[in-house]
């Protein structure tokens, strides 16, 4: 009787769009990049996760071409039965070595990677202490397990102390946190955060999602960064970002851990083994930035030449170390018309305003690109200029 779902969906849809949370899907008409195509006009990109400019490349393209030719289309099967090839087993080590853990296992996606994690780990026994911020798909691998739960408020060690007390005396406890956080591009206090699960005797989780190819010296994300690689216990990372954005995903880990989740982890178990063209140009990718440092070099030179010149026009630019990059404008109709503004003006970005973020904190969210030229930050930043004084941001 889908009369009587109709008119529930068709109210709920109607108050998505009077509160402006209705999601219109822009089409693109090219491959990914610096640079796409939409509606027949050319426009500059400075919303994708292509943090390293790999995506749409043609490095990635002959990656996945040859690891197709070799290995096949796709494997009909889940990993224990007869979908694991040694590109799988290679590409596992890969990452493990790229994050600093023991071993790694391979998912679909982060969101199956974190939906497969808590709900193996931990049951009634145990506590998950989870940062008020964290990713849509950690609030669900939460409410998945069994186990107690505490939010601590963002980033607040003084909070999280509070819950890692109120969870003494659980069986297990794991604090829960992105490496990156998507909205603002602040990163965890992965030390502080290790320092208090050692002292409570907690376990810590790292949904590195942004980060991975990204944050530390050699890409192997925030734990690098922080300096407490092989501190944390888990690791989710994705290969649908940085790594050339296709999917694919991994939680890396520990040797028993890993084992543990090849037995018992439901969205590995009972999902096919990760797709030959991903999975062999994911190995690819990894071994090639390591004699290309110059990716993750442009990345970190272009995020700080965006952030000067924005900030010598008189734009609010907080000073994250990601390439995300919120610009503050406070007032939530600006944020999202400037943004239009700005694309009828050839630059892509998004508005973000309440409820997805914080009241009077809306913002435009640039994610600066390996793939952007010098060209493209200046000319992006003179748009902003442009259509910030319009608006009278500026
Ligand atoms: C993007 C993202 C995910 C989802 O990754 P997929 O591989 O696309 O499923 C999970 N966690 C965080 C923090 C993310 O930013």
Redesign the pocket.
Known sequence: MYGKLKPILEGELATARENGTYKEERVLESPQGREITVGGKKYLNFCANNYLGLSGTELMEKASEEAVKKWGYGLASVRFICGTQTIHKDLEKAVAELVGTEDAVLYS???MA?LGLFQTFFGAEDAIISDALN?A?IIDAVRLSKAERHVFAHMDMADLEEKLKAARGKRLVVVAT?GVF?MDGDIAPLKEICDLADKYGALVMV?D??ATGVMGESGGGTPEYCGVAGRVDFITG?F??ALGGA?G?FTATRKEAAEYLRNRSRTYLFSNSLDTAVTGASLFVIDYLKSHPDYRERLWENTRNFRELMKKEGFKVPDAKHPITPIMLGDEKKAVEMAAALFEEGIYVIGFAYPVVPKGTARIRVQVSAAHTKDDIEKAVAKFAEVGKKFGVV
């Open positions: 996606s982060c969101f974190n990713h798909s992105d998507s949904d999602a942004h994705t649908g970002k999917g995903a």
